[in-house]
């Protein structure tokens, strides 16, 4: 059974960092899609970032990337997102969601929709 856990939330001051966690098992293949995905309340889940667990290809939603990295360990089991210059308009639930085809890796697609596996989320507070 494929699961993703994620970790790392929790409060933090603005202008602070958080590194979020993701632990990604039951993948029977070597390679994947993962992404981090947020959601307000009443919203729809917004993607922020993406990365082919095969080659570290990375990919980012605009508005984010000159603050938050994806990255990945060494086995690509375990996906990170570190938040940096952390403001209240980040405080959300958020998300590690993987795509096993890998096709959203392939179009750098941050659509939630392209993604089928998803964590249960971990709530991030920014208090200004």
């Known amino acids: 059974e494929v699961r993703l856990r994620e970790s790392g939330g929790g409060s933090v001051q603005a202008g602070g960092s958080l590194r979020l966690s993701c632990v990604a098992s039951?993948?029977?293949?070597?390679?994947?899609?993962v992404a981090w995905f947020r959601q307000f309340p009443g919203k729809e889940r917004e993607g922020l970032a993406g990365i082919y667990t095969g080659t570290e290809s990375t990919f980012y939603e605009s508005s984010v990337k000159d603050r938050f990295t994806i990255s990945q360990d060494n086995d690509g089991n375990t996906l990170f997102l570190q938040m940096n210059s952390l403001t209240s308009a980040d405080t959300a639930m958020y998300y590690c969601a993987a795509d096993a085809e890998a096709k959203a890796c392939y179009y750098d697609n941050l659509n939630a929709a392209e993604y089928d596996k998803w964590g249960q989320g971990t709530q991030v507070t920014v208090s200004s």
């Open positions: 039951g993948y029977t293949y070597r390679s994947y899609c």
